[in-house]
C-alpha cells in the first residue's frame, strides 16, 4: 500500500512540472500564490480557472462522493481538535466513566465549541507491548459498548467523532485481516463519522471501498494530502498554513512595501468543497494560522494536548476562534461556493479577502495583514436593487456609499484582526440573521487585542507515596541501599517535543515540566527487593488478600483460570496497573519506589550508564524480541551480569517498572524504568526503550485497562531506619 501513495505521489509530482502548458500561478507547496498586484487581478483570476479547469482533467477529477449526503458533514466541519484518550477531561478514572459535557463545556467556555473530534487512543503508548493500534482502540474503558457511547455522547452534543489509522503499525500484533476492512468493521460497530490518516498523504482507495461495504460510510482525512488524485475521496485533510519560502512559477516580484497576502489554499481551490484543518501543533501564536483559515474559508485543528503535552490556544487565539467559527458554520452553504473568488479586490493596502457568492447572498471573509487599524472604505460593490449590507464582525448594518456605478462600504478591521461583509436579498433577512447579528455585536464590543497572548502552562504535581513501617535490616529477598548524596540526572525518550516547555515531567523541585533534568537529591537509606515482583509472589498475593481489580480488563492477562503459565513462576508479573501494582506493595508492607530512588540503586554514585558499567553488554539482558508478538520475559534471575553496584538485578532490558506517577489538570503519567525485551519493528513511533540509567519512559495513564502492559512490571522498596 504505501507503495502505491508513493507511486501515486510521484504522478502528481509529474503533472505539475508540466510548467509550459500551465497558466501563469505560482505555487508553494501546497498553496498558490495571489496575485502580485491588484491590477492583474482580472488576468489572474482567469490563469486560476483555467489551471483547476485543467488540472482537474489531469488527474481525472470526480467530485460525485462530495455529493454523497452521508458525508457532507464534512463541509461544515470546522474547528476540530485532536482529543487524548487520557485527557482528565474527557475520562475520570476515580469513577471509571467517560466526562463528554465536561470536555465540550470547558471547548464551550473557552473558544465556542467544536465540531467534530479526533479521538486519539494510541501513539505514543503503542509498541509498549504487542498490542496493535486495534487493542489500543478495543483497550479503552468499556470496550466496544463504552466506546459506542461516548460517540453517542458527542453526537448528542452534535460533534461528529473521528478515529485514527496508523498504516505505520506493521510491527506489532497482526490484526488478521485487511486493515481496511477491519478499521471500517470496528468504527461502523461504534458509529464514528471518518478515518485520520496518521503520517498518510492520502487514505488509500480501498478504505473507501471497505467503508462503503459495511453500509456505515466514513469520511476521510489524511495528514498531509499530496496525492492529488485522492482529493475526490478524501473529503478532508491536514494543512499547514505556510509554505516554504522559494515560490515556484513565473510571474513579478511582489512589492516589498506590501504586507505578504494570503495564500490560496491549493486543494481547496481545485473542490471549494473539500475541508482542510489547519494544523501547526507547537505553534504558541496562531494569528498566521486562523487568519489562513479564515481567507479561505476552512478550517482549524484546535489541537491543545499534545501527547500528554499541554499547549492551550491564548485567549487572544481562543476569541478569534469563537468569532470566525460563529461566521463560518452561519454561512457554511457560502463557503463551498464553486465561484470563490480569493483575493477578490479590496480598497486598502494590506487587506485581503475571499468572496463568496451564493443564490441570495454573498459573503466576504477578509483580513488585516497591516500591524495597524484600518478605517474607512474597504469594498466596492455593484449596485443590486433590494439588497441590503451587513459587516458581519461587528453585526452592524452598513450604509453604502454610491460612487459612480458602484457602492463603497466602510468599516474598520483591527491590527492584524478580521472582518467580514454580508450583501444579501432584503427578503432574505430574518430572525435567525437578525440574532446572529446582535450576537456578533456583543462580541464585537470587546477588541481581539484586549485579550491575552499569554500561554497557560500547567504545573503538574507528583503522586505522595505514602511512607511504610521502616526496617532496620533488608526484609528477605530486599538489598539494604545506604543513603547519601546523589546528582539526579536523566531525561524523557518522547519522540516529540523537543525541550520545550511541558515535555516530560515537573520534579518537586522544579518550577516547569521540561524534558532534561539534573538535581542534587539527598537519598535516605532504604531496603529494595533485588528482583522484580514475580508471578510466584503476585499469586501469593491474590490469595492472601483475595485482590480483584473493579476494572479487570487486560489484568493478567497471559494467566489462564487464576494461574501464571507453566515455567513462568519467577518470570516478573506483567499486566498490572499501577494500582494493582500499589495494592501489592501495601499488602506486602513497602512501596513503590520513586524514581531517583530507583536510578540511584541502579546506578551507584558514579553516574555510569548501565548498572553494570559504562559499556553496553548483550550478555547482562534478555535477548530482544522483533517479532510481532510477545514471547514472555525471562526469569528475574537469568542474567546476574546485569547487577547493579548495590547487587540489585534484573533492572534493565526485562520489563519496565513503575515508579512515580505526575499529574496535571488534563494529564496523568506514570514513569517508567529499564526498559523491555520488546523492540517492534519497521516504525520510528513506537514507545521508545530507555535502557540507559539517565533516561526514562513517560506512559500516558488513562484507566487499568488501558494502562496494563506485557512489558511492564514492578519492584518493592522499605524505608530503612
Known amino acids: 500500500m504505501l507503495k502505491k501513495i508513493v507511486a501515486l505521489t510521484a504522478i502528481a509530482a509529474a503533472s505539475f512540472s508540466v510548467s509550459a502548458q500551465d497558466p501563469a500561478i505560482r505555487q508553494q507547496g501546497f498553496h498558490i500564490e495571489g496575485p502580485p498586484t491588484r491590477a492583474v487581478f482580472n488576468k489572474w483570476?482567469?490563469?486560476?480557472?483555467?489551471?483547476?479547469?485543467?488540472y482537474r482533467k489531469r488527474i481525472g477529477y470526480d467530485g460525485s462522493e462530495y455529493e454523497r449526503p452521508e458525508l457532507k458533514w464534512t463541509q461544515s466541519s470546522f474547528m476540530q481538535p485532536q482529543m487524548m484518550v487520557e485527557d482528565r477531561y474527557f475520562f475520570e478514572p476515580e469513577s471509571g466513566k467517560y466526562t463528554v459535557d465536561r470536555y465540550l463545556g470547558d471547548l464551550d467556555k473557552r473558544f465556542g465549541g467544536i465540531d467534530a473530534v479526533l479521538v486519539w487512543p494510541t501513539y505514543p503508548n503503542i509498541g509498549i507491548d504487542d498490542r496493535s493500534q486495534f487493542d489500543h482502540f478495543r483497550d479503552m474503558p468499556g470496550g466496544i459498548a463504552g466506546i459506542k457511547q461516548l460517540v453517542a455522547d458527542f453526537h448528542r452534543r452534535g460533534v461528529r467523532v473521528l478515529f485514527p489509522m496508523m498504516l505505520w503499525d506493521q510491527g506489532t500484533?497482526?490484526?488478521?485481516?485487511?486493515?481496511?476492512?477491519?478499521?471500517?468493521?470496528?468504527l461502523a460497530e461504534v458509529g464514528a463519522d471518518g478515518i485520520n490518516g496518521d503520517t498518510m498523504q492520502a487514505v488509500p482507495r480501498e478504505y473507501r471501498i471497505a467503508s462503503d461495504r459495511t453500509g456505515h460510510p466514513l469520511a476521510f482525512e489524511p495528514e498531509r494530502l499530496t496525492v492529488d488524485e485522492a482529493l475526490a475521496y478524501n473529503q478532508m485533510n491536514w494543512g499547514p498554513a505556510t509554505a516554504p519560502a522559494a515560490a515556484a512559477g513565473p510571474g513579478p516580484p511582489r512589492p516589498a512595501t506590501v504586507p505578504e497576502p494570503e495564500l490560496v489554499s491549493k486543494y481547496k481551490w481545485l473542490e471549494p468543497r473539500h475541508m482542510t484543518?489547519?494544523?501547526?501543533?507547537?505553534?504558541?501564536?496562531?494569528?498566521?494560522?486562523?487568519?489562513?483559515?479564515f481567507f479561505n474559508g476552512v478550517g482549524m485543528e484546535t489541537w491543545e494536548n499534545i501527547w500528554g503535552i499541554w499547549n492551550q490556544m491564548t485567549p487572544r487565539d481562543s476569541e478569534t476562534v469563537r468569532r470566525i467559527a460563529r461566521i463560518e458554520r452561519r454561512f457554511a452553504g457560502n463557503l463551498v461556493s464553486?465561484?470563490?473568488?480569493?483575493?477578490?479586490?479590496?480598497?486598502?493596502?494590506?487587506?485581503?479577502?475571499?468572496?463568496?457568492?451564493?443564490?441570495?447572498?454573498?459573503?466576504?471573509?477578509?483580513?488585516?495583514?497591516?500591524?495597524?487599524?484600518?478605517e474607512g472604505p474597504q469594498i466596492a460593490v455593484r449596485q443590486r436593487e433590494g439588497q441590503r449590507y451587513f459587516d458581519l464582525w461587528h453585526g452592524t448594518e452598513l450604509k453604502p456609499v454610491t460612487k459612480g456605478s458602484s457602492l463603497e462600504c466602510s468599516f474598520s478591521i483591527e491590527a492584524d484582526g478580521y472582518g467580514a461583509m454580508l450583501a444579501i436579498d432584503a427578503a432574505a433577512v430574518d430572525t435567525e440573521l437578525n440574532t446572529f447579528l446582535a450576537g456578533m455585536h456583543e462580541l464585537s464590543k470587546a477588541r481581539l487585542d484586549s485579550f491575552s497572548k499569554e500561554r497557560n502552562v500547567l504545573q503538574q504535581k507528583v503522586t505522595a507515596i505514602p511512607s511504610v513501617k521502616p526496617a532496620v535490616n533488608p526484609p528477605a529477598g530486599m538489598l539494604r541501599i545506604p543513603g547519601g548524596s546523589f546528582v539526579f540526572e536523566v531525561s524523557g525518550i518522547e519522540i516529540e517535543g523537543d525541550n520545550q516547555i511541558g515535555v516530560d515531567v515537573q520534579y518537586p523541585w522544579e518550577n516547569v515540566a521540561r524534558r532534561a533534568h539534573r538535581s542534587m537529591?539527598?537519598?535516605?537509606?532504604?531496603?529494595?527487593?533485588?528482583y522484580p515482583v514475580t508471578n510466584a509472589a503476585f499469586k501469593k498475593f491474590l490469595e492472601a488478600a483475595k485482590y480483584h481489580p473493579a476494572d479487570d480488563h487486560n489484568f493478567l492477562k497471559d494467566w489462564k483460570n487464576g494461574n501464571?503459565?507453566?515455567?513462568?513462576?519467577?518470570?516478573?508479573?506483567?499486566?498490572?496497573?499501577?494500582?494493582?501494582?500499589?495494592?501489592?506493595?501495601?499488602?506486602?508492607?513497602?512501596?513503590?519506589?520513586?524514581?531517583?530512588?530507583?536510578?540511584?540503586?541502579?546506578?551507584?554514585?558514579?553516574?555510569?550508564?548501565?548498572?553494570?558499567?559504562?559499556?553496553?553488554?548483550?550478555?547482562?539482558?534478555?535477548?530482544?524480541?522483533?517479532?510481532?508478538?510477545?514471547?514472555?520475559p525471562d526469569d528475574v534471575s537469568a542474567h546476574p551480569r546485569g547487577a547493579s553496584p548495590f547487587g540489585v538485578e534484573d533492572l534493565t532490558g526485562n520489563v519496565w517498572q513503575w515508579t512515580d506517577e505526575y499529574s496535571d489538570d488534563h494529564t496523568r503519567a506514570g514513569i517508567l524504568r529499564g526498559g523491555s525485551y520488546y523492540q517492534p519493528q519497521g516504525s520510528r513511533w513506537y514507545f521508545p526503550q530507555a535502557y540507559k540509567l539517565n533516561e526514562h519512559g513517560k506512559l500516558l495513564l488513562m484507566?487499568?485497562?488501558?494502562d496494563r502492559s506485557g512489558t511492564l512490571g514492578f519492584r518493592c522498596v522499605v524505608d530503612a531506619e
Do not use: C
Not at 45 to 54: F, H, L, T, V
Not at 173 to 186: F, N, T, Y
Not at 277 to 293: C, E
Not at 521 to 530: C, E, T
Open 45 to 54: 483570476i482567469a490563469d486560476m480557472k483555467r489551471w483547476r479547469m485543467e
Open 173 to 186: 500484533r497482526d490484526v488478521g485481516q485487511a486493515e481496511s476492512k477491519a478499521l471500517a468493521e470496528e
Open 277 to 293: 484543518h489547519i494544523s501547526d501543533r507547537w505553534q504558541r501564536d496562531k494569528n498566521i494560522d486562523l487568519q489562513y483559515a
Open 338 to 374: 464553486a465561484d470563490w473568488e480569493p483575493h477578490t479586490p479590496m480598497l486598502q493596502t494590506g487587506i485581503y479577502a475571499s468572496k463568496w457568492p451564493g443564490s441570495d447572498r454573498t459573503v466576504w471573509t477578509i483580513v488585516n495583514k497591516n500591524e495597524f487599524d484600518v
Open 521 to 530: 537529591v539527598q537519598i535516605k537509606s532504604f531496603h529494595m527487593d533485588r
Open 564 to 632: 501464571f503459565p507453566d515455567g513462568w513462576a519467577n518470570k516478573p508479573v506483567t499486566w498490572v496497573s499501577l494500582e494493582d501494582a500499589r495494592a501489592y506493595a501495601r499488602w506486602a508492607g513497602k512501596r513503590l519506589p520513586h524514581e531517583w530512588e530507583w536510578q540511584y540503586a541502579a546506578q551507584g554514585d558514579d553516574r555510569r550508564l548501565y548498572p553494570w558499567g559504562e559499556q553496553w553488554d548483550p550478555a547482562a539482558v534478555p535477548i530482544p524480541e522483533k517479532g510481532r508478538v510477545l514471547r514472555g
Open 703 to 706: 484507566a487499568p485497562s488501558k
